[in-house]
């Protein structure tokens, strides 16, 4: 694996009596795609967020980039980190460029840098430029989830993370935005760390499947090692699952 970009060690937490986070240690390397899977509660979005400090673990150590986050301004950390949730966020009130353009305003770059930015990174997410004058209500669930992912890169992080970012588009549209963020990824050399409870999304975008119940790991590994040798019954169902819808496709469509 190349050199741990994230490194989480011993993570806890706990909301009441419930362990949300038991012990959890997970190292993510430069470049990797990985994706965080479970049941709903299985604690995935909880130890997502224990990266940019928008959740304090109660114990354990999480570092980036060598810095452990605990010592970090929380403004500081979230501004070299992208993050792209399923309902957006765009402000209503700001046009698309505006909302683009919030973290390197916030940094201070000057306008002619941010305007270049904007256009730069609305060709990434294959929209057109002049979607930049808009309101975001003019646009699609799509395109609005394209502004979220471009907004998440406007401060050129090296680190994404992403919270079932694609959760609430249709089908279609889903898949093809997971496909041009799979292709970015490549492009920008970028470290992702993905939730989805799509175990066919997990497989198809990600170098890395780190399967989560109870506040655990269960599994961790590339797609093809884990089914191939997994022997935990609730991993190799998660892992089986979009065979086994291709299945029941096939028998409904009598192919």
Do not use: C
Request: no cysteine.
């Amino acid at each position: 694996m190349a050199p741990p970009i994230i490194r989480l060690e011993g993570i806890a937490k706990r909301y009441g009596g419930h362990a949300a986070l038991d012990g959890v240690d997970l190292a993510v390397g430069t470049g990797e795609f990985v994706a965080l899977v479970g049941g709903s509660g299985s604690g995935k979005t909880t130890l997502l967020k224990t990266i940019n400090r928008l959740i304090q673990p109660d114990a354990g150590r999480v570092s980036v980039e060598g810095e452990d986050v605990a010592r970090a301004a929380p403004h500081d950390l979230r501004r070299r980190i992208g993050y792209v949730f399923q309902e957006v966020g765009l402000f209503p009130h700001l046009t698309v460029g505006e909302n683009i353009a919030i973290t390197p305003r916030l940094l201070g770059w000057d306008k002619a840098r941010i305007a270049e930015r904007i256009g730069t990174l609305l060709d990434l997410v294959d929209l057109p430029r002049e979607v930049a004058t808009r309101a975001p209500v003019a646009l699609s669930g799509g395109q609005r989830q394209r502004v979220g992912v471009a907004r998440a890169l406007a401060a050129e992080p090296k680190l994404m993370l992403m919270d079932e970012p694609f959760g609430a588009l249709d089908p279609l549209t889903r898949d093809a935005l997971g496909v041009d963020y799979r292709a970015l990824h490549q492009r920008l050399g970028l470290t992702t760390v993905m939730v989805t409870h799509d175990m066919a999304e997990a497989v198809l975008l990600a170098d890395r499947i780190v399967v989560l119940k109870a506040g655990r790991i269960l599994a961790d590994g590339g797609p093809a090692d884990l089914l191939a040798h997994t022997t935990d019954p609730d991993v190799r169902a998660l892992l089986e699952a979009p065979k086994r819808q291709a299945e029941r496709l096939r028998e409904r469509l009598g192919a």
